[in-house]
């Protein structure tokens, strides 16, 4: 606290004032009357400086803005036309409230006549007196105020200079002074008792969590580590960065380093896996993180990092690479095995072919050497050779076709218009409907184009079109209905009949290789396996809806080429 002043001191420090202030005011009035041409002004070491007038006006501009005693320039009409920063804080009002009003309502109405003979006066002739001057929080203090009138750019302006006398401006200051000091004080000792409880804290937490926490300073220099470390140590004799860079694992050592200080000189985080040899002699894999705790500017302050057991989880994962890669080998081999299977079909079936037809051959030169008139039981033979000759063509043609079906699953796909595609299936079909007596309906003219081979989608078509004419009903004239619509990234196709329908258990075997659940039509039973695997070939998906007695439809979800050969699947 600062030491008070007594009535006397005060008394003659004023006194003190009111003279240099009168002196002051003469050397001014000299020098703007032109008494004086210029002022000697000393200089320790360099002995008497000189001062002008020319020199002395931004000066004094200066000096009257620094100076703690009011000032202000008045118009003919006592209007305040400039006032510093000083005049403005003894009043107690913000300077722009100041500013194009009169000084007049700021003295009491005891003193107003005193004040406006002082300043008539002060248009006349330079003059002072002590006035009492009231403040925005309505206290009263007694100033000097010293009144000349001066040209201003030819105009002719008052200059009013107000010095505060009284004792409670020095108290209120000193007032002010021992209170701002006593709030930064509270304040200081708040942010320190805020900073130990937030140590207090984070201590509580860093020892208190499973995984090894520590701290360092800017540099990087390490200066706290919590308990868990002794725990996995088991050892706390010499420091915790001596005791880490030698329990490091030799080959993890030079990039733990390296690491370390590229991310102390750049700031970035730090987080690396390494193996650390614990109490029993072990390596364990730990995850280290560390991160930068910034000041309000950006610095880097301090470091906060942890390292965590993954041990458990490094094995593990070895052991899903071991795993994968056991399976992808496995696939490899379950793929070449395929390939193998596929030449060996292929090729047993190109081979069976001739060795079938030689037979055919054969038998139909043993039909050209016996008699017209053949017993029945002849007969009947003969139609079972011919029979089982052709199953046989049949199911080799069918092997072929299943062999090069897999053999096209990587045939580049192209973007195929359905509706062209569509229409010479059609015709195609045309003898098979009109036999039928059925009614085909294609709505596919507006479809966007699809992202298949346009061989493989003419096999699609043809079989969803001719199973549904060969599988009608005996009940109702057949109607088929192909629809073709956008479906998000896919172009759905539907194909629907109202013919004899399928009960659950069947459709789960449908699209199974030579599943025939019709006996009544001829077939190898393999179709709607080919259409399954074309369509999945192009990164499609077959579904089948189907009611027993009321017909089926099955929806055909193909790519569209516009998204590109996506690796999702299509929409459920």
């Not at 194009?100 to 406006?116: D, K, R």
């Not at 007196?129 to 040209?151: H, K």
């Not at 896919?490 to 109202?498: A, G, K, P």
């Amino acid at each position: 606290m600062l030491p008070l002043t007594s009535a006397d001191d005060l008394a003659r420090e004023n006194e003190e004032l009111r003279q240099r202030l009168r002196e002051a005011e003469e050397l001014v009035a000299a020098v703007r009357s032109g008494a004086v041409d210029g002022l000697a002004l000393p200089d320790a070491g360099l002995g008497p400086r000189f001062a002008t007038r020319e020199g002395a006006d931004y000066s004094y501009r200066v000096l009257v803005e620094q100076m703690s005693e009011g000032a202000a320039l008045l118009s003919a009409e006592g209007l305040v036309l400039y006032a510093n920063v000083a005049l403005a804080q003894l009043l107690g009002y913000p300077l722009a409230t100041v500013l194009g009003g009169e000084l007049t309502p700021y003295v009491p109405a005891q003193t107003q006549e005193y004040w406006a003979a002082l300043l008539r006066e002060g248009w006349q002739n330079p003059t002072r007196g002590e006035v009492l001057l009231r403040t925005a929080a309505g206290e009263l203090f007694a100033c000097v105020v010293s009144v000349s009138a001066l040209f201003l750019h030819e105009t002719k302006v008052l200059a009013v200079l107000v010095t505060d006398l009284s004792e409670g401006r020095r108290l209120r200051t000193m007032q002010a002074q021992v209170a701002a000091q006593s709030d930064q004080l509270n304040r200081q000792t708040e942010e320190i008792a805020q900073q130990k409880q937030v140590v207090a804290d984070t201590s509580r937490i860093l020892e208190g969590i499973p995984q090894i926490a520590w701290s360092a300073d800017a540099t990087g220099h390490n200066y706290y580590v919590n308990q868990r470390w002794v725990d996995f140590a088991g050892d706390n004799s010499a420091s915790f960065a001596r005791q880490l860079r030698e329990r490091t694992h030799p080959d993890d050592r030079a990039a733990v380093l390296a690491q370390w200080l590229s991310c102390v000189r750049t700031g970035e985080p730090f987080e690396l896996e390494l193996r650390v040899r614990n109490a029993a002699g072990e390596y364990r894999w730990l995850l280290a993180r560390a991160l930068p705790s910034r000041d309000e500017h950006g610095w880097v302050r301090q470091w906060i990092g942890t390292y965590t057991d993954i041990h458990e989880h490094k094995l593990a994962q070895a052991r899903l690479q071991l795993a994968q890669r056991q399976l992808r080998d496995k696939n490899n081999q379950l793929s070449r095995v395929n390939v193998d299977l596929d030449t060996f079909v292929y090729a047993a079936s190109h081979d069976l072919k001739q060795p079938v037809n030689n037979i055919d051959g054969l038998l139909q030169a043993l039909l050209d050497e016996l008699p017209p008139e053949r017993s029945v039981p002849v007969q009947d033979i003969l139609r079972l050779m011919r029979s089982s000759i052709t199953r046989f063509q049949h199911t080799i043609d069918q092997l072929t076709d299943v062999t090069q079906v897999h053999r096209q699953h990587s045939a580049a796909a192209t973007p195929v218009l359905l509706d062209k595609v569509v229409r010479g299936v059609a015709l195609d079909l045309a003898p098979l409907v009109q036999r039928a007596g059925a009614e085909l309906v294609l709505d596919v003219q507006d479809s966007p184009p699809v992202l298949c081979s346009e061989k493989n989608l003419r096999g699609v078509i043809y079989n969803l079109l001719s199973n549904a004419l060969k599988y009608r009903s005996p009940d109702r004239p057949p109607r088929v209905v192909l629809r073709a619509c956008p479906a998000g990234d896919y172009v759905r196709l539907s194909v629907e009949d109202n013919g004899l329908g399928l009960d659950a258990a069947s459709q789960q075997k449908l699209f199974g290789m030579f599943q025939r659940l019709h006996a009544h039509v001829e077939g190898a039973g393999i179709g709607l396996y080919m259409v399954k695997k074309l369509v999945e070939n192009v990164g499609g998906r077959v579904e089948v809806a189907s009611e027993l007695g009321v017909g089926s439809t099955f929806t055909v979800y193909l790519p569209r080429p516009d998204v590109g050969e996506k690796a999702s699947s299509a929409p459920a």
